[in-house]
């Protein structure tokens, strides 16, 4: 059974930077899509970011994009979410999740960081 745990995150000035990372255990990565979504309470969860099984094909949510960087490691069995430029709006509880598609049909998720951007 694939598990996956998010660590990272963190109370950041807006322009700061933060590298969350999703690291697996119980199962390999390389046979998922590896997406970072984002909840703010109240609201509902976005996708911000994922990664093919191959991370040839790579897909930003548009109001991160230019900003954020995902990247995955094959060798240590997980994937980042580079965060530059950080912005108000950026803050929130951040998951990692393995599944299929874009951003739809994730099977495994982890308990979330969360990231607060605030001066």
């Known amino acids: 059974q694939l598990e996956v745990v998010e660590s990272g995150g963190g109370l950041v000035q807006p322009g700061g930077s933060l590298r969350l990372s999703c690291a697996a255990s119980g199962s390999n990565l390389d046979g998922w899509r590896v997406g970072w979504f984002r909840q703010v309470s109240g609201k509902e969860r976005e996708g911000v970011s994922c990664?093919?099984?191959?991370?040839?094909?790579?897909v930003y949510a548009d109001s991160v994009k230019g900003r954020f960087t995902i990247s995955r490691d094959r060798a240590d069995n997980m994937v980042y979410l580079q965060m530059n430029d950080l912005k108000l709006e950026d803050t929130a509880v951040y998951y990692c999740?393995?599944?299929?598609?874009?951003?739809?049909?994730?099977?495994?998720w982890g308990q979330g960081t969360e990231v607060t951007v605030s001066s």
């Open positions: 999740a393995a599944g299929t598609n874009v951003w739809s049909d994730y099977f495994y």
């Open positions: 990664i093919a099984r191959t991370g040839k094909s790579i």
